[in-house]
């Protein structure tokens, strides 16, 4: 089985642990919820060996690259990251309603790279720019950044949901506006850090690649944007005690520059970057 085949197959994993997800959040059964838990590990390890053998076929190939430098490999380690991420909050916080929330945006990226018609899922080789050291300190901390902030956008929509019911206490199986408050401060938390380390790393592969450390290219350019959105997220957080609806929505447009940076960019304006 090639590792494509073996993505496809998670892609309905995923949808699966997703819908289990929603049913428990419906019905209220406990036995759905760690079924759904057990789903999304049991795939999410599945998606780790996909990896194994895909880094395989590439040295068969003679390319020997880490699977990790094309839109379809990033896709992937997106939706990977998204899912770990998710799940280590699941055990940190013992809650299982999240993964209604954030295991559709794993989802979604598995779907997106699987079915997109613009994306090929083939091995290719590295062009000479990518042929760096840097390449997995940067793909790699940015996208744990993102998955972060997947989870953070998936949380502020379920806060603003859960205030709109009117309903501040919660209950069993959706938390309080507090609890979801700290989950989407926490996710920015921990993925703010994370992507000015990928911002750093980039910009000192951009000088070992191009003699430059920033050249305004597009991507650089909404990358500094994203960051400063979340920025703005923490000092508003820290100096004014930004909470509740204002840090919800904040956090969503937040995501949305994510999206932007990581596929408009690509997909719709030219620079350094349009060979991702």
Not at 14 to 20: A, Q, R
Request: glycine share 8%; net charge positive.
């Amino acid at each position: 089985m090639t590792s494509s085949t073996i993505f496809s197959v998670i892609t309905f994993g995923y949808l699966l642990s997703w819908v289990l997800y929603l049913c428990y959040m419906v019905f209220r059964q406990e036995t759905l919820g760690r079924l759904a838990s057990v789903t999304a590990w049991l795939f999410w390890a599945m998606q780790t060996g996909g990896f194994a053998i895909r880094w395989i076929e590439s040295y068969r190939l003679g390319i020997g690259k880490p699977p990790l430098t094309n839109l379809y490999e990033s896709m992937v380690f997106f939706s990977w990251s998204i899912i770990l991420l998710y799940l280590l909050f699941e055990l940190r916080h013992r809650t299982l309603t999240m993964g209604a929330v954030a295991v559709p945006f794993g989802f979604g990226a598995m779907a997106y790279a699987s079915l997109a018609p613009n994306i090929s899922n083939q091995i290719q080789p590295l062009v000479p720019a990518l042929q760096s050291d840097w390449l997995l300190a940067h793909v790699i901390t940015c996208f744990l950044g993102y998955a972060a902030f997947a989870i953070s956008c998936g949380v502020s929509i379920l806060y603003v949901i859960q205030e709109r019911r009117t309903n501040p206490g919660g209950s069993s199986h959706i938390p309080s506006l507090s609890v979801l408050d700290d989950w989407i401060y926490k996710s920015i938390a921990v993925g703010f850090p994370l992507l000015t380390a990928g911002i750093i790393t980039g910009a000192a592969w951009a000088y070992s690649a191009w003699g430059a450390y920033w050249s305004w290219d597009p991507k650089e350019t909404w990358s500094l944007i994203t960051w400063l959105i979340y920025a703005a997220f923490l000092h508003a957080r820290f100096t004014r005690g930004w909470q509740g609806k204002k840090a919800a929505f904040l956090s969503i447009v937040g995501f949305l520059a994510v999206i932007f940076t990581y596929l408009g960019v690509n997909l719709i304006l030219s620079g350094l970057h349009s060979y991702t």
